[in-house]
């Protein structure tokens, strides 16, 4: 029978240092070999010019794609810009009705208000002709910048107008979508 060990020989016995938890065993390192000949490694070779074939047409059809999506914006650039000049063409038409509209009744103002609200109808229908001469007048661009500046400016009366004409637009395209 093996002695049991004493206190004495235990507290004697260094006891080793703990491991750490998991450590891991440093990969095996391959031999070095020799790089082979190009003749030694044909499929390698045939993988590789596959691969510089598809990277070169990816880049051709990246680049003919670029062409396209060019093309086509500046197509639908063209048609977004006539499409405004027909609706600002519209547009003054329709304020020149509303100022025609506005003139010919401030008659009927002045016969039942009072010739002071007539001449508050005829300033209206002045003050709508102005801005319908201007809308024909002015290119995109230039109503597009004084539009940007009066924004500026006053805000609340932007939005009071945006919404005027909203109104105004609703009804002109409920009205002209029946009639045709």
């Known amino acids: 029978m093996a ?14 240092p703990a491991k750490p938890a998991a450590t891991k065993a440093a990969p095996a390192r391959k031999p070095a070999v020799k790089k082979a000949a190009a003749k030694d490694h044909p499929i390698r070779d045939q993988l590789a010019a596959t691969r510089d074939t598809i990277k070169s047409e990816a880049s051709k059809k990246a ?35 509303l ?14 208000f009072g010739k002071q609200y ?6 209206a229908a002045s003050t709508v002709a102005g801005l319908a001469s201007t809308l024909d007048k002015k290119d995109l661009d230039e109503l597009a910048a004084s539009t940007r500046d009066m924004v500026k400016k006053n805000p609340a009366i932007a939005v009071g107008a945006a919404t005027v004409l909203g109104f105004v637009l609703a009804r002109l395209l409920k009205g002209g979508s029946s009639n045709d």
Do not use: I
């Open 3 to 16: 002695k049991a060990a004493t206190p004495a020989a235990k507290k004697a016995a260094p006891k080793a």
């Open 63 to 97: 680049a003919s794609l670029k062409e396209e999506a060019a093309a086509l914006k500046s197509q639908a650039s063209t048609k977004a810009r006539e499409a405004a000049t027909k609706g600002k063409d519209k547009a003054a038409e329709a304020v020149g009705s």
């Open 99 to 112: 100022a025609k509209l506005l003139e010919d009744g401030a008659g009927t103002v002045d016969s039942k």
């Open 118 to 123: 007539g001449d508050y109808a005829r300033s």
